[in-house]
């Protein structure tokens, strides 16, 4: 285990076995996303990645006193550190679209934007009727 410096100063340890893990996850959802013809576990890459930060998340919590208010504190920070790039990327896909993409997918891309910001995008298909790979 390797230890390096987080942002307030405190040491935290680097599991080499889960960024090992990790780097599988990555690996298959890129080829899914690169439309690998023979590779269609991309989304197996994406429930690792739920596994092991659900796996991270207990670990934090239960090294610590556990309090509401702590537990408060941990998903603002969580909360502060993931929305405003979420957002920053869901513009800027938007921005990128309306510049670089054919008209007929530039409402689509305006359409999704309402399901990325409530954080939804993975019920869209119900709404719409469609299969998971449609």
Do not use: C
């Not at 989304?43 to 934090?60: A, C, P, Q, Y």
Request: no cysteine; aromatic share 16%; proline share 3%.
């Amino acid at each position: 285990m390797e230890k390096t410096d987080e942002s307030r100063g405190k040491m935290k340890e680097k599991r080499e076995d889960l960024q090992g893990i990790r780097g599988v996850a990555i690996l298959f959802v890129l080829m899914m996303h690169l439309k690998q013809d023979s590779f269609r576990l991309g989304f197996i890459g994406v429930d690792m990645f739920f596994v092991l930060s659900g796996f991270l998340m207990t670990k934090i919590l239960m090294s610590k006193e556990v309090s509401l208010k702590s537990v408060g504190t941990f998903y603002i920070r969580r909360f502060k550190r993931i929305v405003p790039l979420y957002m920053l990327l869901a513009v800027a896909t938007y921005i990128y679209g309306y510049f670089f993409i054919l008209p007929p997918d530039r409402k689509q891309i305006a359409d999704d934007l309402f399901w990325v910001y409530t954080y939804s995008s993975n019920i869209q298909p119900v709404f719409q009727k469609l299969g998971y790979w449609d």
